[in-house]
T-cell receptor, first 111, second 113 residues
Framework: NAGVTQTPKFQVLKTGQSMTLQCAQDMNHEYMSWYRQDPGMGLRLIHYSVGAGITDQGEVPNGYNVSRSTTEDFPLRLLSAAPSQTSVYFC??????????FGPGTRLTVL | KQEVTQIPAALSVPEGENLVLNCSFTDSAIYNLQWFRQDPGKGLTSLLLIQSSQREQTSGRLNASLDKSSGRSTLYIAASQPGDSATYLCAVQGSSNTGKLIFGQGTTLQVKP
């Protein structure tokens, strides 16, 4: 998890609330991604970015927004939280073709 | 659509055994394959990365092989220890340069003392 930080570690939301999951890196890697991990579903890609100002959708983007204004930060926004978004969220970084590094995760519960 | 499968889903072995974890993928057009370890309630730790042009990578007691043509990779763990108990995940990156990974669902390993 070196070089990738995620905040908060835990969060409980009520249905309809909004929040932002933070991801920051100090390794100057171009590529950043958000995954969610659910029992029986494995890890699935939500959104990804290949550089500042460039983002695209992954496999399960609905209900989430992202932006990438700097190389270091890639926040994930939940606009109106739903119970189906209860999950563990991981941020990952890489240089593209090489090894990916994951953050420690944010555990989100939506009531 | 790329699909990644890991068999078995769970494995329990006595300490000291050599073991093999399997990973298969449906589309052989990959850039690389990465093996991760995940401890309960924790994040993912990278173990080994195999580029598409490589056949295997080794790190300590771990050896990962890649056969693109058959869509398979194996993770070999020598002389297993209780500290190896964890979930092992494999993930492939497709041929487009986006850093996107597709994961298998993992093999949960228990090494008994």
């Amino acid at each position: 998890n070196a070089g990738v930080t995620q905040t908060p570690k835990f969060q409980v939301l009520k249905t309809g609330q909004s929040m932002t999951l933070q991801c920051a890196q100090d390794m100057n890697h171009e590529y950043m991604s958000w995954y969610r991990q659910d029992p029986g579903m494995g890890l699935r890609l939500i959104h990804y970015s290949v550089g500042a100002g460039i983002t695209d959708q992954g496999e399960v983007p609905n209900g989430y927004n992202v932006s990438r204004s700097t190389t270091e930060d890639f926040p994930l926004r939940l606009l109106s939280a739903a119970p189906s978004q209860t999950s563990v969220y991981f941020c990952a970084i890489s240089t593209g073709y090489n090894e990916q590094f994951f953050g420690p995760g944010t555990r989100l519960t939506v009531l | 659509k790329q699909e990644v499968t890991q068999i078995p889903a769970a494995l329990s072995v006595p300490e000291g055994e050599n073991l093999v974890l399997n990973c298969s993928f449906t589309d052989s057009a990959i850039y690389n394959l990465q093996w991760f370890r995940q401890d309960p309630g924790k994040g993912l730790t990278s173990l080994l990365l195999i580029q598409s042009s490589q056949r295997e990578q080794t790190s300590g007691r771990l050896n990962a092989s890649l056969d693109k043509s058959s869509g398979r990779s194996t993770l070999y763990i020598a002389a297993s220890q209780p500290g190896d108990s964890a979930t092992y995940l494999c993930a492939v990156q497709g041929s487009s340069n986006t850093g996107k990974l597709i994961f298998g669902q993992g093999t949960t390993l228990q090494v008994k003392p």
